[in-house]
Structure formats: structure tokens, C-alpha cells
């Protein structure tokens, strides 16, 4: 029984040394062998690798994802018409060198991002500094993400790490100036809307003065040719009176009486005093008319 335990023993002791001496890298990280304190090798590969037992080598695992850094704090920034701006950005990065990372980093990314954020911030004052703040709300926001990472390049490869992008979130004036530049917003389009105003009301007045000329001109001409028409109607009306009377005298006489009469007698409160045997009312009285002597 002892040799049986002590083979076991034995066994145990030579399974658990050899667990020190494997390790398997995965492909979403770096393995570093360190030797003695010394980075003996970098194992970018993934799959079952080998090392020698601690303390004379151990493994450090550094994340080889993309990181991503938010800007810490809000500063502002000032543009060529010195107009003072708050840029929240976001950087995309991650390890490509592990020796040089490690040397100048340690091995926590936290280190890394506490030192790049101020380059950030420092490469994106730069490029506004260039700009005007329409051209940072709109126009040429890429060009301001193009060329921070241009000047990131070398402090990343001194970093030992690769800067994959950069991107604005949001861009707003600072609380200092956001009032006034609402106000003057406010009167911009208060004066492009009285402009607008002012140009509809002499559009309408155009309109309303070439509808009135029109409508002068209609009725003038259709008073000329109504003139026309009733002074043709009148001439042939009296062409037909004179015709019709020409061939009965007695009853024109009898119709000019009783025109007469409808004109004196138009309405029930009109008083007229005359003889009742005069001229005026020989129709009523029923006499004939006295021919009318030939001329």
C-alpha cells in the first residue's frame, strides 16, 4: 500500500507539473512568456503551446479585440472664428505591438487610454483650430476624423498600438455661448421670414393691381358693347314705333295716353290735381281720339 501511494503521489506531482507547462492561446488574445522577468516570447498564434514550469517562465494575456475610448471630460475647443465648441469623440484602437505596449504601458489597457486621451484631445483641437463651426457642424467633419488620426499615428506606434478610427458623437456650442447663438438663430430667421413676408405681400399687391386693370377693362368693354347693343335695340325699337304708328294714329294717341297714365300713376301715394274734363283724361273717359290733321 505505501509503494501504491507513493506512485500515486508520484503521478500527481508529475501531472500537475506538467499542467504548468501547457497553456492554450486563444485567437482573441496575446500570450507574452515572460523568463525571469523578461519577455521571452510573444505567441500570436492560437492552439496548445508549451513553456517551462513557474517560476522560471510565466504567461501575461493582453486582449488583441478592438478597445474603444470615450473622450473623459468635456473641454472646450475653438474654432477660426473663435467660437468656443464641445466635441464628445470616441477612438477605435487596439494592440499590435505586445513588447512595445508592454514596455511603455504595463500590461493594463487602462494605462494605455488614461495616456492617449490627451493626445486625442490635443490632435482634435489642432484640426478645429482650422476650421469654421459650419464646417465642423457639416461639411467637413470626416476631414477633422482623417486628420487626427494622421497626427495619432506616431504616438500609437510608440504605444505599440494602431488607431483604427475616430469618430465624433456630438458637437454643441459651450453653455456660455448656446443662449446668444440661439437668439441670433432666432433673429436670422425672423428676418428671413419678414423678408419672405415683404415679398409675398408685393407679389400680392402686383397681383391684386393687375387683376383690378383686368376687371376695369372687362367691364369697359362690356359697358361699350352693352351701349352699343342698347343704342341698336332703341334704334330699331323706335323704328318700329314709328312704323307701327305711322299706320294707326289713333292708337298711338290711345298708347302715349296710357303710357302717360302708368308714368302719373306709378304709385298709390302720388297726388295729382287736374280737371277731370281736360285732355289728360279723354282715354279714360272712353271718347275717341281726335284723328290728327294731315301735314
Known sequence: MNRIGIVVAGVLLALMA??????VVDQ???AVVYALGEIKEVIQQPGLKFKLPPPFQNIVWLDRRIQSLDSPETRPVFTAEKTSLVI???VKWRITDPR???RNNGTNTRNAEARL???VQAALNEEVTKLTVRQVLSTERDTV???VIRRLDDDAKAFGITVVDVRVKRVDFAANITESVYRRMESERKRVANETRSTGQA???KIRADADKQREVIVAEAYRDAQKIKGEGDAKASALFAEAFGRDPQFAQFYRSLEAYRASFRNKSDLMVVDPSGEFFRA???ETPTPARPR
Do not use: K
Not at 506538467?18 to 497553456?23: L, N, P
Open 284 to 286: 279714360l273717359r272712353g
Open 88 to 90: 464628445d469623440w470616441l
Open 117 to 119: 486621451a490627451p493626445i
Open 100 to 102: 512595445q505596449f508592454i
Open 28 to 30: 482573441r488574445q496575446f
Open 18 to 23: 506538467a499542467s504548468t507547462t501547457v497553456f
Open 203 to 205: 407679389e400680392g399687391e
Open 145 to 147: 476624423m482623417q486628420g
